[in-house]
């Protein structure tokens, strides 16, 4: 495993800046030590006093100083690659949606292992190449018996770290991959806690949690033993070393084969020598943890993503077709060879079962996926050609569960469309039926709704949603499951809001059943079982049954066809 990932080098400017530091900081560090050691072995071999120890004095700030600001500047360093990287990762999500759960493991967790990397191992890393070597070149000129003890114990303590690395490697890695897991199951749990407390499963989810948890554990302790044993072996090699090195000058010294100022030069520089290995060697699971953590960061800011298309306003197309589209998620397939034409201003319904694909439909539509064969066109064109930007321009979308911040009833509304005036907003509220629960808020537009909108009921939450597509006057409108989890009576409510939004618009309404077919001119049925040979409007390669799609034709309120900017 190597100490340094030059794929952190390359990439993070601040590193690169970090690097250059800590290798001046480390030559004045080094040039402190030996001038130091000379001048305390003087003292001693002359007893002059007088003029050395204020000499000493001075020395003993210079070095605490330089180990001040290095430590100072490699944190700060450390903050500002780990600023970088996040927003790399995070850029990089947005255009190539991975796992939540290893998401945020990466961004918080595990950038946080950059920590000790970046401020404490890699600048030890640079003392430790410095300082042995200056320190062997003045021994060599004083002492070359010493010199060459030194020369051959010091390879000792690099070779078995690295022996101890390659060791560490599959389990840091394991240890990495256990804790994205867990991160990940713990929070789709936690999203889908009131389903499995409604299905009484919630026991079983806790089991799960505390398997991985344990596996977890288990996978840390195994590396922090590996670590503290191997931090054991380092100490007891360099004490050794050490040892060796004082008996040989000892002994030359008693016999009259060695001058004391000399002996006091070598004995105080010798521990001095191996110090920054043995500093390495203590710091040596921050360095596997770092790495680990570097290696998953650039595996997924390496993966590619699809191709950013440059283009200027699209216009609202007249027909979008899925041409053979099929789609899997791993060995799973979701849509098989689906052919369907969404003609403009007609309102399509997408029924079937659970997991044939209804919402894998919208996000096509929406270039969250592609397409594993076929393609999606507009008007003739293929849509991978087209700019994501510009086509979600053209797009209002009302998901099964709209995110709302905490933030304003005004701002959640406006946040496909920022810079609409309170005016607007008021009237896309009225049409989505929140007037009356503006009249009821303490502060109306301006009260704060809470994270998730914990002030607001289902029903509620649902029609700021249809308020956002409302404002936004998308000639696109992508609805998934409208009224799911409402009541009767709020459904209807909701219900009217959607066909108000829907006139007018091309807009496909994802749906469980066909309760919403009076709002539909073409209703579409996904299933993923095999379709019915006597069905001609089934093709065997086909999920979908399509109706027959007729066009509303101009209606007041009618989108039009001109380019949305």
Known sequence: ???????????????????????????????????????????????????????????????????????????????????????????????????????????????????????????????????????????ARADWISALVIGLTLPLIPLFMALVGWHTRARTQRQWRLLERLAGHFLDVVEGLPTLALFRRSRAAATQIRAA??????????????????????????????????????LRLLYGHLDLETALLVLILAPEAYLPLREVGARF???????????RVFEVLERPVPPVVAGGPVAAPSVVRFEGVSLSFGEVPVLRGLDLALAAGTTTLVTGRSGAGKSTLLALLLRFATPDSGRLTVDGRDLAAVSTEQ?????????QRPHLFDASLADNIRLGSPGASLADVADAAGRAGLADVVAALPAGYDTHLGERGTRLSSGQRQRVALARAFLRRAPIVLLDEPTAHLDAAMAAVVRASVADLVRGATAVIVAHDDGWSDLADAVVHLDTAAPDPGDPTAPGASDAWTGPAVPRGPAPGTRSPEPVR
């Open 391 to 399: 086509w979600r321009r053209l797009i209002a979308w009302v998901p």
């Open 1 to 139: 495993m190597k100490p340094l990932d030059p794929r952190l080098v390359r990439s993070v400017a601040a590193v690169r800046v970090h690097l250059a530091v800590v290798v001046v900081l480390g030559v004045a560090t080094t040039g402190v030590i030996l001038a130091q050691a000379w001048l305390l072995a003087r003292t001693i071999a002359t007893a002059e006093l007088a003029v050395s120890v204020a000499a000493l004095a001075a020395f003993a700030p210079a070095r605490a100083a330089l180990a001040y600001g290095g430590e100072t500047l490699a944190l700060r360093s450390a903050a500002t690659v780990k600023s970088a990287l996040r927003r790399r990762l995070v850029r990089h999500v947005v255009d190539d949606p991975q796992g939540a759960g290893e998401v945020v493991t990466l961004a918080t967790r595990g950038l946080d292992a950059l920590d000790d990397y970046v401020a404490r191992f890699l600048p030890q890393l640079v003392l430790a190449v410095l300082v042995p070597a200056a320190v062997l070149v003045v021994v």
């Open 213 to 250: 948890t344990d596996a977890h554990r288990d996978a840390t302790l195994g590396t922090l033993r590996i670590a503290f044993l191997s931090a054991f072996v380092l100490e007891l090699l360099a004490t050794l070393a050490v040892a060796l090195v004082a008996v040989e000058v000892g």
């Open 285 to 295: 699971h921050a360095s596997t943890e770092g790495v680990a953590a570097a290696e």
